[in-house]
């Protein structure tokens, strides 16, 4: 069993950043594709971005693409997502997730076994 704890979240500007932080317990890290997803008011929880096992591998949603970065350090157990440029439109919560196959990548909610419990960004403008 895999247990997420989210951190990192807050309330910015427009235009600001934020490093989300996402640390792992209770299983092998390392062999874990990790994932962020973010869910807004009354929307369905959404793709951000993943990072295979071996960190070689990154994919993202293209409204973020070239603004957020997935990185992880299998020597923390943590993986990270760091958010630059915000903009009010990613105001929402922030989920980290754990996948164990190795399809990659993985973008839909059922395709991951372990979520945390999430962290609220929120953007002014």
């Known amino acids: 069993q895999v247990q997420l704890v989210e951190s990192g979240g807050g309330l910015v500007q427009a235009g600001g950043s934020l490093r989300l932080s996402c640390a792992a317990s209770g299983g092998t890290f390392s062999s874990y594709t990790m994932g962020w997803f973010r869910q807004a008011p009354g929307k369905e929880r959404e793709f951000v971005a993943a990072i295979s096992w071996s960190g070689r591998s990154t994919d993202y949603t293209d409204s973020v693409k070239g603004r957020f970065t997935i990185a992880r350090d299998d020597a923390k157990n943590t993986v990270y997502l760091q958010m630059n440029s915000l903009k009010p439109e990613d105001t929402a919560v922030y989920y980290c997730?754990?996948?164990?196959?190795?399809?990659?990548?993985?973008?839909?909610?059922?395709?991951?076994?372990?979520w945390g419990r999430g962290t609220q960004v929120t953007v002014s403008s």
């Open positions: 997730a754990a996948d164990n196959r190795l399809h990659f990548p993985p973008v839909l909610v059922e395709e991951y076994d372990y």
